[in-house]
């Protein structure tokens, strides 16, 4: 089975806070995905990248950054933690662009920033 | 832009129906289109997935179909259980390798 995984549950930090969610997954997958939930608003896309070292913004970059140093492992960096990211962190993983490719998610991470 | 919709936003039904939920995109150029479950709290489960050029999906209870041309998909549930109860939610993947989803329908099944 794949397994996405994701470093914590539950975290609360504080504002101004440099914070970093990690996400590993076993499978080999070329895409890695970070995404924010929120209730009434969806999955939002806040970064993706499609191989190591390589990123692009989803909708809405602003105040996160990602390293991908090695191909098993995403990191999605909050510079400096401020409330309104509060919110459920999703990871996700899938192989390529082919039309067969199943995209998996992490268990998620519940933020919250004081 | 990919814009996905799902309709109806919430949905409660007795148990033993069937039911359907839908899932609108519009534009038909993605590779595939993904059902996942979620429960409160946690993360999303795949359910199925259906390919560009395949029409349907059946997994047990669960039978999604495609409809690339119109744009539309359907996740249809046989026969519901209270265990049923979650949010069910659509994505489509474009050909960049990004997941698009919609927002997702909470469905809740009575005893």
């Known amino acids: 089975d794949v397994k996405v995984t994701q470093s914590s549950r539950y975290l609360v930090k504080r504002t101004g806070e440099k914070v970093f969610l990690e996400c590993v997954q076993d499978m080999d997958h070329e895409n890695m995905f970070w995404y924010r939930q929120d209730p009434g608003l969806g999955l939002r896309l806040i970064y993706f990248?499609?191989?190591?070292?390589?990123?692009e913004k989803g909708d809405i970059p602003e105040g996160y950054s990602v390293s991908r140093e090695k191909k098993e492992r995403f990191s999605l960096i909050l510079e400096s933690a401020s409330t309104n990211q509060t919110s459920m962190y999703l990871c996700a993983s899938s192989s390529g662009q082919g039309a067969w490719t199943e995209a998996f998610f992490g268990q998620g991470t519940r933020l919250t920033v004081v | 832009k990919q814009e996905v919709t799902q309709i109806p936003a919430a949905l409660s039904v007795p148990e033993g129906e069937n039911l359907v939920l839908n899932c609108s995109f519009t534009?038909?150029?993605?590779?595939?289109l993904q059902w996942f479950r979620q429960d409160p709290g946690k993360g999303l489960t795949s359910l199925l997935l259906?390919?560009?050029?395949?029409r349907e999906q059946t997994s047990g209870r669960l039978n999604a179909s495609l409809d690339k041309s119109s744009g539309r998909s359907t996740l249809y549930i046989a026969a519901s259980q209270p265990g049923d109860s979650a949010t069910y939610l659509c994505a489509v993947k474009e050909d960049t390798g990004k997941l698009i989803f919609g927002q997702g329908t909470t469905l809740q099944v009575k005893p």
């Open positions: 534009d038909s150029a993605i590779y595939n």
């Open positions: 259906i390919q560009s050029s395949q």
């Open positions: 990248s499609y191989d190591v070292k390589m990123k």
